[in-house]
C-alpha cells in the first residue's frame, strides 16, 4: 500500500536529503488497523521525472510485525505508478487541452495521460463539490477537461493530491478510473 506524505520539502531537496529526510511514523497499520508503530523495512528506488530533469529517489518502506503487508511512504509531488512528477502530468494536460504545443517526442506518453484523466472528470467534480469549492458542469467533456485542470492548478496540483487522495476510496490518476 502507498501513503502520501508532504515533507515539507520539494524534489530537489527530497532527493539531496535521501535517507536523511523527516520519514513520518506510521502508527496504525493501514492493512490490518492494528494500532501500533510499524517498522522501517528499507527503502526502494524510483524515478522522478520532471520537464527538465530526472531523478532518483529513494522511498521508504515500513513492515507490519502484525500482517506482514507493507507500506511506502511517497513525496506528495508524486502519484504512484507515474514516473513524471504531478506538476509535470498536470502541466502537460493544460497544453494539450489549450492546444498550445506539447513536445512532440511524448505526443504517446501525453494521451495517455489524457485518456486517464479524462476518466477521472466526475471524481475531480464530486472532490470539489464535497469540500464546498464546486465549479460547473459543462456538457462538452473537452471543456470540462479544461476546467478540471484550471481548477486544479488554481488549487495547486501537489495540495489537490495530498488532500483529495483517499476520497471515495482512490486518489487522482489511478488505474481503477480506467475499469
Ligand atoms: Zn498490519
Redesign the pocket.
Do not use: G, K, N, T
Given at each position: 500500500m502507498i501513503l502520501i506524505h508532504d515533507f515539507g520539502v520539494d524534489l530537489e531537496t527530497y532527493h539531496e536529503l535521501g535517507k536523511n529526510n523527516d520519514f513520518p511514523m506510521v502508527e496504525e497499520?493501514?492493512?490490518?488497523?492494528?494500532k501500533h508503530s510499524?517498522h522501517r523495512h528499507g527503502f526502494y528506488e524510483r524515478n522522478a521525472i520532471t520537464a527538465e530533469k530526472e531523478y532518483r529517489l529513494l522511498i521508504c518502506r515500513f513492515r507490519?510485525?502484525?500482517?506482514?503487508?507493507t507500506v511506502s511512504i511517497l513525496p506528495h509531488f508524486l502519484l504512484p505508478y507515474f514516473q513524471h512528477t504531478t506538476r509535470t502530468i498536470v502541466q502537460w494536460l493544460h497544453d494539450v487541452l489549450h492546444q498550445t504545443g506539447t513536445n512532440p517526442s511524448k505526443r504517446q506518453l501525453i494521451s495517455f495521460y489524457l485518456r486517464r484523466f479524462i476518466q477521472t472528470i466526475s471524481w475531480i467534480y464530486m472532490y470539489f463539490a464535497s469540500v464546498k469549492k464546486s465549479f460547473g458542469w459543462e456538457r462538452d467533456t473537452q471543456q470540462q477537461a479544461c476546467r478540471s485542470i484550471g481548477k486544479i492548478q488554481q488549487w495547486g496540483e501537489e495540495r489537490f493530491v495530498k488532500e483529495s487522495w483517499g476520497y471515495l476510496s482512490t486518489y487522482f490518476m489511478a488505474h481503477c478510473f480506467g475499469r
Open positions: 497499520c493501514p492493512h490490518c488497523h492494528a510499524l507490519c510485525s502484525i500482517c506482514f503487508q
